[in-house]
C-alpha cells in the first residue's frame, strides 16, 4: 500500500511543500474538492487534487504578495511626487541581462513540467537544473546591478528614488530566492528518485510561484524604467 | 444514522509519538489552534496589567507607589512614572492587544481548530505551513516582549506609530525599543500571510461531499472571510514596516520630511511625508478592525441560533453582510484621517462608504434578533456572552456613526470618544466572541465542562464593568478631553466638567473588571485540571460537523470516518422530526433538503 511508503519519509519543509501525507485527503474523502452546485463529490485521483491544492496555494500566495508590491508601488508613486527632492538616475544596464535571464528560466520551467508529463526523468531533471541555475545567475546579476550602483555613488540613502530602487529590487529577490529553495529542494528530491506522491504538486507549484515572480519582476522593471 | 464518505486508512501526518512532535512543533490544527489561544491568553494578561498601570497614571499623577519604583526603577522613579513611561505602556498595550490577542486568539486560535473539522477535513490544507505560522507569530510576541528590557525601553510612538516620532531616535529616549515593535509587526505579518493562505486554500479545497458553499456554517464564512482580508491587508503593514525600519535604521526619508529640528538636534532628512505612512498603514488598519471583530460575528450567529433553537435568521443575507463588510472595510481607511489635512472631497467620499458599513451591520445585527425572536432560549454562558456581544456591537457602532462623519470627527478625533468607541466594538465585542466560543467548545476541546456557575458570575461583572469603563469614556469625548495625555488633572475645563471624578470612577470599574478576569481564568485552569468530565460528543445538540466526531477529537479528527454533508448548517425546530436538530450529516430527507 502507498502509504506505507510514504509514511517513513520526513517530513517536507519548504513553503509551498507540505507533509507528504496531506496527500491522503484526496483518498480520505473521495476527492474532497467539494464545489457549489455538485457539493463535491468523488473526482479527479488523488494526485490531480494534490496539484490543484498546490497550484490554489501558489496563486493565494502570490495575492499577498501582490499587496505587498502593490504598497510600495503606492508609496513610489506618492513619494516621487512630494517634497521636489526626486532624482531619476539611470539603471544599471545589468539588468536588461537578468531579465533576460529570468524570462529564459520560465520558459526552461515549462520545458521541465512538459518533461514531467511526458514522464521523461532525466528530461525533468536537466530542466529544473536549468531553472535554478538560471535563477541563481539571476540574483547575482542582481547584486552586480548593486555594485554598478554604488560604484556611481548611489546608495540607499542617496536619494528617495534609489531608495526605492533597492527596496524594490531587494524586497523581489527575497521572494525569488524562496522560490530558489524550493526549487532546489525539489530537484534534490528528484534527484533521489525516490517515490513522492506529491511530486507533481510541488512542481507544479513552484512552477507557478516561479513564472509570478518572471511577472514581478518584469513590472518592477517597467515600473523603474517609466517611473522616474 | 451519520453516513460517512469513505473508510480512511491513510492518516494525514503519523500520529506523534514524542512530546516535542506532540504539544511543541506539532503540525495538528488542534494543538497549533490551542498554542495560539495560550499566547492570546498570556498576551491578554500582559496587555490588561499595562491598562492599569495607564488607569493608575491618570487617577493619581503625583502619588508614588513604592511597588512601582521597585519593579520599575527607570520608568517609575520615585515611584512616579514618567510620562514616557506612561505612553510606552500606553503603546505596548494597543499593540499587545490588537496583535497578540484580537487578531491571534479568533482566527489563528478558534479558526485555526474549529474550521477544519467544520469543514469535515483532517487537517489543515499545508500543516506544516500551519506549524510555521504559529512558530512566526510566537517569535513574533518574543520580539515584542522584548522591547520592555531594551535600553531606552518600550516604544512611545502609539499601536499606530505615526513617524516621525516613531522614524526620529532624536524625538524618543532613543534605543532599540521600536526597531523591535517593527521587527515584531513585520514577523507577525508574516505569520499572519502564511496562515491567511491556509484558511483560504482548506476553505475552498477541503469541504467534504455535499458542503457547498452555502452550508458553511457561519463561522466558517467568517473565517474565511477574515482570512482573505488578512492576505490582503497585511502585506500592506509588512512593505510599510519596512519603509520605516529602512528611514530609522538605513538614513532614507521615506515618512521623514525635511527641515526638522527636534530636541534641537537638525534632522537632515528630507522631504518625506508622515501621511503616507498614515495612508499605509490604515489601509491595513481598518481591515485589522474586521479581522477582529468578524470572527466574533461568526461565533455569535452559531451560538444565538443553537441556543434559541432556531435556525439563523437570513441566512443568505448574513453571508453577504460578511462579504459586505469585508468588501467595504477596504475602501475606508481615509476615515481615520480626517484631520490629515485630507481634501474635503476625498474626505466626503469616505465618510459615504463608512456611512455605507451601517447597512450590512445593521442587517447582521437585524437577523441577531430576528433568530432570538420567539426562540426556546437556552441561557447557558455561551448564549450570555454573545448576547453581550450583541449588546456591545450596537453601543461601540452607534458611536461609529458620529465619527465617521468629518465635521463631528473634527472635534472629536483624538478624544476619550475615539477610545470608548474602538474599545467597545474592537476590543470588548471581539473579546465576548473569544469568551462564547471559549464556554461553547470547551467541552469538545478539552473534555470537560467548564464551570457554568462561575462563568455567568464573570460574564455580569465584566459586561457591567465594560459599560462602566467605557461608557462614560463617551462624555469624557464630549467635553473634549484629549487622549494620550499622561496628565489631565490639573486641566481646569475638564476637572470643571468632572473629568477628574469619572477617571476615578473608570479606574476603580477597571479594576474590578480586570480582577474577574482572573475569575475566568482560574475557571479555565481549573476545569481543564478538574471539570467534570464527558464524553458526549454533542453535549449542546448543536448541528456542525465538529458535534459528530468524538469529545475530545481524535488525532486526524474523524478516525479515517470523513461524514457526508446532506443539511443545512442551522436546522433546528424542524417540523416532523423528533428531536428539534438536524445535523449536517443525517441522512437526507424524503424530501429534498432545503438548502438555505
Same mark, same amino acid.
Given at each position: 500500500m502507498a502509504s506505507v511508503v510514504t509514511t517513513p519519509e520526513p517530513r517536507l519543509r519548504t513553503?509551498?511543500q507540505s507533509p507528504p501525507l496531506a496527500d491522503g ?21 488523488n494526485s490531480?487534487?494534490a496539484?490543484?491544492?498546490?497550484? %490554489?496555494? *501558489?496563486?493565494? $500566495?502570490? &495575492? @499577498?504578495?501582490?499587496?505587498? #508590491? ?5 508609496? %513610489?508613486? *506618492?513619494?516621487? $511626487?512630494? &517634497? @521636489?527632492?526626486?532624482?531619476? #538616475? ?26 514531467m508529463?511526458?514522464g521523461?526523468e532525466v528530461?525533468l531533471q536537466?530542466?529544473l537544473n ?52 524550493a526549487l532546489t529542494y525539489v530537484v534534490f528530491r528528484v534527484w533521489r528518485a525516490t517515490p513522492w506522491p506529491t511530486k507533481e504538486a510541488a512542481i507544479?507549484?513552484a ?22 | ?9 491513510v492518516?494525514?501526518?503519523p ?582
Open positions: 513553503p509551498t485527503h484526496g483518498t480520505g474523502n473521495g476527492g474532497a474538492r467539494a464545489r457549489d452546485g455538485d457539493g463535491g463529490g468523488p473526482h479527479g485521483s490531480a487534487a496539484v490543484e491544492r498546490y497550484k %490554489l496555494g *501558489v496563486k493565494v $500566495g502570490s &495575492g @499577498g504578495i501582490v499587496m505587498v #508590491f502593490a504598497a510600495f508601488t503606492s508609496a %513610489l508613486v *506618492v513619494r516621487s $511626487g512630494l &517634497g @521636489g527632492d526626486w532624482k531619476a #538616475f539611470d539603471l544599471p544596464a545589468v539588468l536588461w541581462l537578468s531579465t533576460a535571464v529570468l524570462l529564459l528560466s520560465s520558459i526552461s520551467i515549462e520545458k521541465a513540467k512538459r518533461a508529463r511526458d521523461l528530461g536537466r530542466w536549468v531553472t535554478a541555475i538560471l535563477g541563481a545567475v539571476f540574483l547575482v546579476t542582481q547584486l552586480v546591478g548593486w555594485q554598478q550602483l554604488t560604484d556611481r555613488g548611489i546608495y540607499v540613502a542617496t536619494n528617495p528614488s534609489s531608495s526605492f530602487f533597492y527596496v524594490l529590487t531587494a524586497g523581489h529577490g527575497l521572494h525569488l530566492f524562496g522560490g530558489l529553495l507544479e507549484g512552477a507557478l510561484y516561479w513564472h509570478f515572480m518572471d511577472g514581478l519582476w518584469v513590472y518592477l522593471f517597467v515600473l523603474l524604467l517609466v517611473w522616474r | 444514522m451519520t453516513e460517512v464518505a469513505e473508510h480512511v486508512e492518516h494525514r501526518h500520529l506523534p509519538t514524542s512530546f516535542i512532535t506532540k504539544y511543541i512543533f506539532s503540525v495538528d490544527h488542534k494543538v497549533i489552534g490551542i498554542q495560539y489561544m495560550l499566547l492570546a491568553l498570556v498576551a491578554a494578561f500582559v496587555g490588561m496589567g499595562l491598562s492599569l498601570l495607564v488607569r493608575i497614571r491618570l487617577v493619581w499623577p503625583a502619588e508614588p507607589f513604592g511597588l512601582l519604583e521597585t519593579l520599575f526603577p527607570v520608568g517609575a522613579p520615585d515611584g512616579v512614572m514618567t510620562p514616557e513611561f506612561y505612553l510606552a505602556m500606553l503603546t505596548m498595550h494597543g499593540t499587545i492587544m490588537v496583535f497578540m490577542v484580537l487578531t491571534t486568539a479568533p482566527q489563528g486560535g478558534f479558526g485555526n481548530y474549529i474550521l477544519p473539522i467544520q469543514v469535515g477535513a483532517a487537517d489543515m490544507a499545508f500543516p506544516t505551513l500551519n506549524m510555521l505560522s504559529f512558530w512566526t507569530t510566537f517569535l513574533s510576541f518574543m520580539a515584542l516582549m522584548a522591547a520592555f528590557f531594551v535600553q531606552g525601553g518600550a516604544p512611545i510612538s502609539g499601536w499606530t506609530a505615526y513617524p516621525p516620532l516613531s522614524a526620529l531616535n532624536e524625538a524618543t529616549i532613543g534605543g532599540y525599543g521600536q526597531d523591535l515593535w517593527i521587527l515584531s509587526i513585520a514577523l507577525f505579518c508574516i505569520g499572519s500571510l502564511l496562515g491567511a493562505l491556509n484558511f483560504i486554500v482548506t476553505t475552498l479545497h477541503l469541504r467534504t461531499k455535499g458542503l457547498t458553499m452555502m452550508r458553511l456554517p457561519l463561522t466558517v464564512w467568517t473565517w474565511f472571510v477574515t482570512a482573505i482580508l488578512g492576505l490582503l491587508a497585511f502585506g500592506v503593514l509588512l512593505s510599510a514596516g519596512a519603509l520605516l525600519l529602512m528611514d530609522r535604521m538605513a538614513g532614507t526619508s521615506f515618512f521623514i520630511p525635511g527641515g526638522l529640528v527636534v530636541n534641537d538636534v537638525i534632522i537632515d532628512h528630507t522631504g518625506g511625508s508622515p501621511i503616507l505612512w498614515q495612508h499605509l498603514f490604515w489601509f491595513f488598519g481598518h481591515p485589522e478592525v474586521y479581522i477582529a471583530i468578524l470572527p466574533g460575528m461568526g461565533v455569535t450567529s452559531h451560538i444565538l441560533s443553537t441556543f434559541s433553537r432556531k435556525p439563523v435568521f437570513g441566512y443568505k443575507a448574513m453571508v453577504y453582510a460578511i462579504l459586505a463588510i469585508g468588501g467595504l472595510g477596504f475602501v475606508v481607511w481615509g476615515h481615520h484621517m480626517f484631520v490629515s489635512g485630507m481634501s474635503p472631497y476625498s474626505a466626503f467620499v469616505f465618510s459615504i462608504l463608512t456611512m455605507v458599513i451601517g447597512v450590512p451591520s445593521a442587517i447582521k445585527t437585524f437577523n441577531w434578533i430576528g433568530t432570538l425572536w420567539g426562540g426556546r432560549i437556552r441561557f447557558a454562558s455561551p448564549m450570555l456572552y454573545s448576547i453581550g456581544f450583541v449588546s456591545l456591537f450596537v453601543t461601540g457602532g452607534i458611536s461609529g456613526i458620529f465619527l465617521g462623519q468629518p465635521t463631528i470627527d473634527l472635534f472629536f478625533h483624538d478624544t476619550y470618544f475615539v477610545v470608548a468607541h474602538f474599545h467597545l466594538i474592537m476590543g470588548v465585542a471581539a473579546i465576548f466572541g473569544m469568551f462564547s466560543g471559549m464556554t461553547f467548545w470547551f467541552p469538545k476541546m478539552f473534555g470537560r465542562l467548564m464551570n457554568e456557575g462561575l462563568n455567568k458570575v464573570h460574564f455580569w461583572i465584566t459586561f457591567a464593568g465594560v459599560y462602566a469603563i467605557f461608557g462614560p469614556m463617551h462624555y469624557l469625548g464630549i467635553i473634549a478631553h484629549p487622549r494620550r495625555y499622561a496628565e489631565t488633572t490639573s486641566v481646569d475645563y475638564l476637572a470643571a466638567a468632572g473629568a477628574n471624578e469619572l477617571h476615578y470612577f473608570i479606574t476603580i470599574a477597571a479594576m474590578v473588571t480586570i480582577a474577574a478576569q482572573f475569575l475566568f481564568l482560574f475557571n479555565f485552569v481549573w476545569s481543564l485540571l478538574k471539570g467534570k468530565v464527558t464524553t458526549d460528543p454533542n453535549p449542546w445538540e448543536a448541528t456542525t460537523l465538529e458535534w459528530v466526531t468524538s469529545t475530545p477529537p481524535a488525532h486526524d479528527n474523524f478516525e479515517g470516518k470523513i461524514p457526508i454533508v446532506n443539511h443545512g448548517p442551522y436546522e433546528f425546530s424542524v417540523p416532523g422530526n423528533e428531536r428539534d436538530f438536524v445535523m449536517q450529516c443525517n441522512a437526507p430527507d424524503a424530501a429534498p433538503a432545503q438548502d438555505h
